[in-house]
C-alpha cells in the first residue's frame, strides 16, 4: 500500500486510448520495443485494416469416417464441382454435407496424395499420386488405376514410385519418390510413354526432389512460365522452355540455396509468384532468389520469424504442413502440425500482411471447395470460416497480450486502475481485460465461461410474444469498464473473450492510469 499511496498522491488519473493490434501478431522484435499497435499473442483474432476481428467458426461438413482425414480434393470441371476425403484407406464423396456414403475406393495404403486437375481432348480428370499405391486417374465416374497395362498406360516408369505431380504447360511432371528424377508424359495426354530428366549432376547438395510447380514471371522479355523443384536440401532448380527433349527448346534457368522445405506440400501459388516453405519461413520465389537468403526481410512471415523458427525445429518432421490462400477472407495461412489433431495456423491478412494464430481449427490438411475453406480432421470434412462463430458445438475463445506501451514516460511508473475495450459485437460474450506490467508474458489466471442464448426466429414456429428473447443481427458499440491493477513502468492490455455464435470486433481500448514520480 505504501508503494501505490506514493504513486497516487498529488496525481490525477490520466485516461490514453490505445488501438486495436491492427499490427498483427509480433514474434520478431523485442518486446521492450515493440510497435504498441502489435501483439505478442493475438489468438483467433484476425487483424483487419481498421479493427481486430474474432475469426469465423467451422461446421461439421463431412462426417461417418474413420481416422484423420489427410487429404481433402476438389475434383472441378467447366460445368461440376465435387469434394473428396482420403481416409482410412478409403476414397468417400463429401460434396453434400452429411453422413458420408459407401467409399468408392478401398483398401489403398496411404491416404497423402498429392493432385491436379488436367482437361485434355477427351475429357477432364484428377490426377493424384502418392508414390506407395498406383496412381489414379478419375474421369468424373470412375477412378482407374494406372501402371503399364491399365486402359490409359503409363509406360518406362514404376508408376507406384510417382510420388508429386504438376501440371507446366499441357504436359503432366511427376516426381519420382526419394530420387532427382522428374518424369513427363507426352504433350496433352494422361498417359503414354513416360520420359525423365535426372538432376542428380545440378543438384550438388543432394537429396531428393520433394515438390514442383509452376512459377510466373517477367525476366524482361516478357512474361513466361518457368518450372520448379525443390529439393530436400532447399536447392531450387528452375526450367524454362517447352520440350525436355529438345536443347532448343528448353533450358535450365539457374540453382539457387535456400531453407530445406517442410513438408511434401510445402509450395503454394499465390498470384504469379510462388511461394515456399522452409526452415527460413514463407518465402516468396521472387524476392527470395533475387535477394538470396542473407535478407530474412523477404520472408512473408519475417514478422512472425521467432514463431516459425521454433514450430519447425519441433514439429518440422510431423506430417500437415500446408499453405492455403483464402481470397474470399483476404488470408493466407500456413498450417502448423502441433501433434496430430491437434493443429494450430499461422494466418495473415493477405492486405495489410498482419498475422495472428488461430487454434480450434485441427486441420491435417486443407482444400478449396466452391470458394470456402474445407478441412480433413478426425473423422470428419470441416467447412472453416463460416459466420456462424461457432467451432462445431464449441465457444471460440480469444487471447491476445498486446504490445507492452509506456503510456508516453518512460522510466516513471504508472499505478493502472481501469480499462474498458471498445466492441462492435451483436450479442453479450464473455470478456475479460487485464493489463500484464513489465514484460511479463504469462498469460491471465481468469477463467470465463460462457453459456449461449438462443434467439427467437419471426414466424418460429416455438418463438412467441411475451415469451422468446428477441435479438438483432447488427453490431452495436459495448465498452463497459473492467477494474484492472497493476504498477510498473509499462503495460500490455491482456484480453480474452469466450462466445458462441456472437460476432466481436475489437476497435480499441481506454485506460486509466496514474503516474509516479520517476525511478518510484
Known sequence: MVQINQLVQGNAANVQSVPAPVGGWNARDSISNMDPMDAVTLTNFFPTASNVVLRGGYTKWATGMTGQVQTVINYSTGTTDKLYAFVGGNIYDVTSTGAVGAALVTGLTNNKWEHINVTTAA???????????KPRLFDGTTWAAIDAASAIPITGVTTTSLDNISLFKNRVWFIEKNTLKAWYLPTGAVGGAANYIDMSAIAKYGGYLVDLDTWTLDAGYGVDDNLVFVTSNGEVIVWSGTDPASASTWALIGVWKLGSPIGKRCM????????????????PLA??????????????????????????????????????????NNALWINVPVAEGQQQQYVMNNITKSWCNFQGWNANCWETFLDDPFFGGDGYVGRAWNSTYIDDVNNIQTNTLQAFNY??????????????????????????????????????????????????????????????????????????????????????????????????????????????????
Do not use: H
Open 123 to 133: 475429357g477432364s480428370y484428377l490426377y493424384i499420386v502418392n508414390g506407395v499405391d
Open 268 to 283: 503454394l501459388k499465390y498470384g504469379g509468384d510462388l511461394l515456399l516453405i522452409t526452415y527460413d519461413g514463407l518465402m
Open 287 to 328: 524476392g527470395s532468389l533475387q535477394s538470396s537468403r542473407l535478407d530474412p526481410r523477404v520472408a512473408l512471415s519475417n514478422k512472425i520469424q521467432g514463431a516459425i523458427t521454433a514450430a519447425t525445429t519441433q514439429y518440422g518432421d510431423s506430417f500437415g504442413w500446408e499453405i492455403l490462400y483464402s481470397a474470399k
Open 407 to 520: 503510456y508516453g514516460s518512460r522510466g516513471v511508473k504508472k499505478y493502472f486502475t481501469r480499462a474498458r475495450p471498445n466492441l462492435f459485437t451483436n450479442g453479450t460474450p464473455s470478456v475479460f481485460v487485464g493489463m500484464n506490467v513489465d514484460f511479463d508474458v504469462q498469460p491471465a489466471t481468469s477463467s470465463l465461461s460462457f453459456s449461449p442464448s438462443s434467439v427467437g426466429l419471426w414466424d418460429g414456429a416455438t418463438s412467441k410474444w411475451d415469451t422468446a428473447n428477441w435479438g438483432s443481427s447488427a453490431a452495436t458499440i459495448t465498452n463497459n469498464w473492467q477494474g484492472i491493477t497493476g504498477i510498473g513502468y509499462c503495460g500490455g492490455i491482456n484480453l480474452i473473450s469466450q462466445s458462441q455464435g456472437i460476432q466481436i470486433e475489437w476497435a480499441s481500448t481506454d485506460v486509466v492510469f496514474q503516474v509516479g514520480w520517476a525511478g518510484i
